[in-house]
């Protein structure tokens, strides 16, 4: 029996082998760049491609150039909030299975239900220790 190179791209399992070392895209949207240097240097041996955006604006530029699998939003911004730029960011049909994390100072103890209503994937309260923000990515990743 003849085996052709479907065949045995089949019974290697070609189409099912993940990507090695597949490079995370995250864009971090903060007014801060206080922010932008503490994240980028607690993210910096983890194999995460960063783009940085200061504002809201900015943001939505970039989502509707560029494919991300996580943003990490602040909430508190000038011109318009995280949210918004969230909402926007969700009706964008390229960015629906991206990960958008609210980052903010804590509000109150039922803060991450409420952002999880609004239509974020999670919440990561600032100052955000190194551990948990990688421990964050790696579970929006799974």
């Known amino acids: 029996m003849k085996k052709t190179i479907e065949d045995t791209m089949e019974v290697i399992g070609f189409n099912t082998v993940k990507p090695i070392n597949k490079t995370t895209r ?3 949207v903060d007014d801060d760049l206080l922010i932008e240097i503490v994240i980028r ?3 910096k041996e983890e194999n995460i491609l960063i783009d940085f955006a200061s504002s809201a604006i ?5 989502v509707s150039q560029n494919i991300y699998d996580i943003i ?5 911004m000038p011109q318009f909030t995280g949210t918004d730029a969230m909402l926007k960011i ?3 049909a390229d960015a629906s299975a991206t990960k958008i994390i ?4 804590s509000e ?4 991450n239900n409420k952002y999880i209503k609004l239509g974020f994937n999670g919440l990561l309260l600032k100052p955000v220790k190194q551990s948990l923000l990688i421990e964050n990515i790696r579970s929006f990743l799974k």
């Open 41 to 43: 240097k607690m993210l």
């Open 58 to 62: 900015e943001a939505l530029l970039m």
């Open 90 to 92: 969700r009706k964008h």
């Open 72 to 76: 990490l939003m602040d909430i508190v």
């Open 26 to 28: 995250l864009l971090l």
């Open 108 to 111: 109150n103890e039922n803060s």
């Open 102 to 105: 609210a980052h903010t100072f």
